[in-house]
């Protein structure tokens, strides 16, 4: 009898299979609400959620190494929290030719690879909080989040570029943001 991953993983052979690389849940919420607002339907895999609706995106997210590395992602997106050791593991596993969205200080890790994919690095986010509102400062000005989650800020910039892998360019996801609370 197969494993739920085994499953997933047979299940996601002829899809382009995109992996965020993370602890916490709210990173893939956010990215799902950013993707529906833009029309874009993916499958989605997770410890606690499965939706699948045979489309060409498989979107899983784990914080297990292991997973992470059998998955084998064409494109994957490392978070903020996650241990630089583990980061060194799981790209062993990258298909070649793929993408892999990563903090910056993360640099000199994912440097060291051996086999070839594209690296787009991410700064934090800049922000401030005043009086429970939260305000990003990016290239088209200051936006209004509805979240004071630091991690979900934190790795907006990486979100963002996750984003432009499905096709959704900055105003496109900077539109669905505001509306987000998390």
Sequence with gaps: MKTALAEMIDYS?????????????????????VLDFNGKK??????NQILKNDQDFVLFQTSDVDEAARFQPNIALVTVETPKEEVREFIKNMVAGGVLIFPEFMADTVGFALNYFRKLPFAKTDFDSENGM??????????????????????????QLLAQQF???????????????G
């Design 42 to 47: 993916v499958d989605y895999f997770s410890a």
């Design 167 to 181: 096709g959704v360019m900055e105003e496109g996801f900077y539109e669905p943001v505001m509306g987000i609370s």
């Design 134 to 159: 939260t305000l990003i400062h990016t290239e088209i000005g200051a936006i209004p989040l509805n979240t004071s989650s630091e991690n979900l800020i934190n790795n907006l910039n990486g979100l």
């Design 13 to 33: 052979q002829n899809k382009t299979r995109v992996l965020v690389y993370s602890s916490l849940p709210e990173i893939s919420r956010f990215l799902l609400e």
